[in-house]
């Protein structure tokens, strides 16, 4: 994959290496930067026998089938990004009792042209009724509740969400 990079942040050189997207490093000045992996959470919401899927209204993958959720903000846990980010996109307030650890998984996040890596981290919230909104209209299209039985792993936009439904909620 080509640099996102066009010259050095620090000297504006040319004469850079950015092997695989991890360290950028600058023959003229010396300048490095470690692209480091991005930290994020989803929430995996279940009712009866049904899991909550966002359809996403942006880039990546717009139109795919999504978890809500979001990056985790500096001097954040990652549960109390998670709880922020439903509040955000959903308007529902769940709290870090109500999450139960999945796992965790690798990404690749394609943002503006930006190639950012992210470790996912995975929770689970069941929920007493399916009557949920949308509160981010700018990021989630519609909300849509899927029988497990029903799941299309095709239709979900992120290799780490298509692998964490496929190895805990398919029947």
Same mark, same amino acid.
Request: with cysteine.
């Given at each position: 994959m ?6 050095c942040p620090n000297?504006?050189s040319?004469?850079?290496t950015?092997p695989?997207n991890i360290?950028f490093?600058?023959?003229?000045c010396?300048?490095?930067y &470690?692209?480091?992996i ?8 279940t009712?009866?026998d049904k899991?909550?899927?966002?359809v ?6 717009k ?18 990004a998670?709880?922020r ?7 529902v307030m769940i ?12 990404n690749? &996040?394609l943002f503006?042209?930006v190639?950012y890596r992210t470790l ?12 949920i ?10 909300l ?26 398919l029947?």
């Open positions: 080509d640099s996102f990079f066009k010259h000297c504006t040319t004469h850079f950015f695989d360290r490093l600058c023959n003229a010396g300048f490095v &470690y692209h480091n991005a930290a994020a959470v989803a929430v995996v919401f009712f009866e899991i909550l899927f966002a996403r209204n942006i880039d990546p993958d139109g795919k089938w999504d978890l809500p959720g979001g990056f985790i903000d500096p001097n954040e846990t990652a549960e109390e998670a709880c980010e439903i509040e955000e996109e959903l308007g709290y870090s009792k109500d999450l139960k650890y999945i796992t965790t998984s690798p690749n &996040y503006k042209n190639p996912d981290v995975f929770y689970e919230c069941a929920l007493p009724s399916d009557a909104k949308i509160k981010a209209e700018d990021e989630i299209q519609e849509i509740w899927i029988p497990r039985s029903e799941i299309d792993l095709d239709k979900i936009g992120f290799k780490s969400i298509r692998n964490v439904i496929e190895a805990n909620y029947v």
